[in-house]
């Protein structure tokens, strides 16, 4: 995987690309940060093309002031995947991302082959309130997000000292960035979209994940036509990394 | 040098193993704690002690806005503040604030704020606030990176609603009106404007920008405050802005009595009910995107720069293990017999160039009369003696209403002793 800069109209964007052959991979990051090189994402290079961008308001990606509401978003990506000129693309979205890649897939199917949500986060229902990541402490955010926490050390992150920022400014850019698609409650009105979707929709969720109720894999599965989910032993929120085998098996199943 | 009545409204109920149970007090404390009963009855006692500041001689009637809280009972600053905005008649009725961002729409504050100038005679102060994190963006809801932007869009909505001679319509990314006429006016042209701030470098060019009065609003006092307001006075100065300390306005515990030995008797608990009951979930205190990374740098480098209080100290009084005299030494409190709070104030008013106490004159539970006596040592022995600090410069920041009859209420005392 390499990164590379991309611009698209307004937004000036960084974005991870590698691997040939077959469907392109969209992957969409969660609301904390872009994974950068992650090891999950070298695996899927393998068997396809994967493009990997930042959100805009993340890291050095820019054009978050041009962003009002998930609309915005949606239309961005939409764009961005029309100037590739490679057709419709294959996208796996986790936790923030998986909202946006949600949204895309319902206003854009033509562009949305195949769909994969990873603990996504656009629905809400009153009797499994969805956690409130922001309120909580690290600690208590890492015994949320790891079956392990132990595991934690295995999280890549797309933070790049050279760029200029802290670890710290980078953290709170990003996350003041997700407040504006998740605070106060992650709802912006997708389960409403939901039926626009077309593409076959496959919904993951680690076993342990604190972060997104095992409640809403069934929501999930009964607002996207044929959607199936599939729930990964000894992972938390980030399957990706905390069972990237299961997780690999899973994703590459669903998507050939 | 002006000085306006405050508290906090802080519920005084509350179970003496409260900073033991383990629960916020703010967003989430538990309701069962508060006595809707007893509360009414604490309202009106604010109302009769703030009615007394206004005999007293005090400039200023402070009410604020909070949400959620124990710690502060007053959702709506409004609703007290129309409760002696018709009862009172010298001093100002100061809002510090409304927070703007949580107006919809934000043409009510216009509105409102025009009824109670109006009822007052023209003696409003328009305090605008973007609000704790723990009130806007965790009991109001608002995404933290949204706060500022709907804040200013709301001011510019509410001064245009002020002065517009004809209907007008406002397209605004939050607020969309078609037609916005308020009425009533505001008896002033414009009421004097200010806007509070914890630190951040853009409510510091706002307040320059504009000529607002800025308002340091915290209640750990002077020491702790000094690297922050000399950051802000440093930073008017580098920008040219108006350097008038009445433009400066700064909160502070006073604890008042005929002699000092009588002070730590009397207001003690009340300080420690007051530092102790006030517990703050850590998650609720820092949410992304309320303060901007550029002021976050700089707040960080003022932490590390030296001065201020240490952290230990912060706990200690947090916790209420502070001995009464050691809070008045670090400058939580300013205590003892008026003598003594006048020249610990002068020395607070030089050193931070402060030209609008807001004074907290009932704190924690302490009792009514207490409230009472504090508030008549403060207004006819403290005030008066301290009307020659920064008599030199013109205070554009509060009515001018005010000014005059609290100076025609302070001559007429004077007549019979002459």
Known sequence: MKAARETSGAFDIRLWSGGSGGTPVLYLHGFEQHPGAAPFLQRLAERHPVRAPEHPGYGSSSGFEHIDDIFDVTLHYRRLIESWNLGPVDVVGHSLGGMFAAELAAVAPHLVRRLVLVSPYGLWLDEAPMPDPFVMTPPVLAAAKWADPARASDETSAFDAAEGDSAATFRALNLAAATKFLWPIPDRGLQRRLQYVTAPTLVLRGEADGLFPAAYLNAWTSAVAGAKSLTIPGAGNLPMVEAEDSFITAVEGFLS | ?418
């Open chain 2, 1 to 418: 040098m002006k000085f306006h009545w405050f508290a906090e409204a802080t519920y005084p109920h509350l179970p003496k193993n409260f900073p033991d149970m383990g629960v916020s007090s703010w967003v989430t404390p538990p309701h069962s704690l508060g006595d809707p009963r007893k509360l009414g009855e604490m309202y009106k006692m604010f109302i009769r002690l703030m009615q007394q500041a206004d005999r007293d001689g005090f400039d200023g009637l402070a009410v604020n806005e909070h949400h959620q809280t124990p710690f502060a009972c007053t959702p709506s600053p409004n609703l007290l503040a129309a409760s002696l905005a018709g009862t009172t008649e010298n001093a100002a009725i100061l809002i510090i604030g409304d927070s703007l961002a949580l107006y919809n729409p934000p043409t009510r504050v216009a509105e409102e704020m025009a009824y109670m100038d109006c009822l007052s005679g023209g003696r409003l102060i328009a305090g605008f606030v973007f609000g704790t994190p723990m009130d806007s963006v965790f009991a109001y809801g608002i995404p933290p990176v949204e706060l500022r932007d709907r804040f200013h869009e709301a001011r510019k909505l509410i001064l245009k609603a002020w002065s517009e001679p004809e209907p007008f319509a406002f397209n605004g990314k939050y607020t969309k009106l078609r037609y916005v006429n308020t009425w009533p006016r505001p008896v002033q042209k414009r009421p004097p404007i200010w806007v509070p701030g914890s630190g951040s470098l853009e409510t510091w060019d706002l307040v320059i920008d504009e000529d607002y009065c800025y308002g340091h609003l915290s209640f750990s006092g002077l020491h702790s405050a000094k690297p922050m307001v000399q950051a802000y006075w440093d930073y008017v100065e580098k920008r040219g802005g108006n350097m008038n300390p009445h433009r400066m306005a700064f909160t502070q515990l006073v604890c008042c009595s005929e002699t000092d030995a009588e002070a730590e008797a009397k207001y003690y608990d009340a300080v420690r009910y007051f530092y102790r009951n006030n517990t703050l979930d850590p998650g609720f205190t820092a949410p992304p995107g309320y303060t901007s990374v550029r002021s976050a740098q700089e707040m960080a480098k003022r932490m590390t720069s030296g001065g201020g209080l240490s952290p230990e100290d912060r706990a200690r009084a947090q916790k209420g293990e502070m001995s009464f005299w050691e809070y008045d030494e670090k400058g939580y409190i300013i205590a003892g017999s008026p003598q003594r709070v006048r020249q610990r104030i002068r020395e607070l008013a030089t050193d931070l160039r402060i030209g609008q106490l807001i004074a907290c004159l009932h704190m924690g539970d302490l009792s009514e009369e207490q409230a009472s006596e504090n508030t008549r040592l403060f207004g006819t022995q403290v005030i008066p003696h301290l009307r020659d600090l920064w008599a030199d410069q013109p205070d554009h920041w509060t009515p001018e209403v005010s000014q005059q009859r609290i100076a025609a209420a302070s001559a007429r005392r004077l007549e019979p002793a002459q």
